[in-house]
């Protein structure tokens, strides 16, 4: 069935990073666009960035944007958001899902998506 599993979260300082990942079974990573979302406490879940099903397009949110990287290792079957310059606003829980349809587009609106994984907690703090 289809899975995915999300890892990396943790307590950093301003200014740090923490490399998430979500890893995904049960389907073919190369055929779907996969997204990252997170929510604080409190608010709504909101998109951060998302990658195209070739790969080949990247999608940010502005807060995010220039911070953020997302990339994909086909061959691990996993997703990848690389979080540098962290700030205490992007305290949330984060998670990733998987965009409906086969090569499907990128969208930050929740509606879009058809699964999720539990999320991980990234936290900043000093």
């Known amino acids: 069935q289809v899975q995915l599993v999300e890892s990396g979260g943790g307590l950093v300082q301003p200014g740090g990073s923490l490399r998430l990942s979500c890893a995904a079974s049960g389907f073919p990573l190369n055929a779907y666009s996969i997204g990252w979302f997170r929510q604080a406490p409190g608010k709504e879940r909101e998109g951060v960035s998302c990658?195209?099903?070739?790969?080949?397009?990247?999608y940010y949110a502005d807060s995010v944007k220039g911070r953020f990287t997302i990339s994909r290792d086909n061959a691990k079957s996993t997703v990848y958001l690389q979080l540098n310059s962290l700030k205490p606003e992007d305290t949330a829980i984060y998670f990733c899902?998987?965009?409906?349809?086969?090569?499907?587009?990128?969208?930050?609106?929740?509606?879009?998506?058809?699964?999720w994984g539990q999320g991980t907690q990234v936290t900043v703090s000093s």
């Open positions: 899902a998987r965009v409906t349809g086969w090569f499907g587009r990128c969208g930050f609106s929740t509606v879009g998506y058809d699964y």
């Open positions: 990658l195209s099903s070739s790969g080949g397009r990247t």
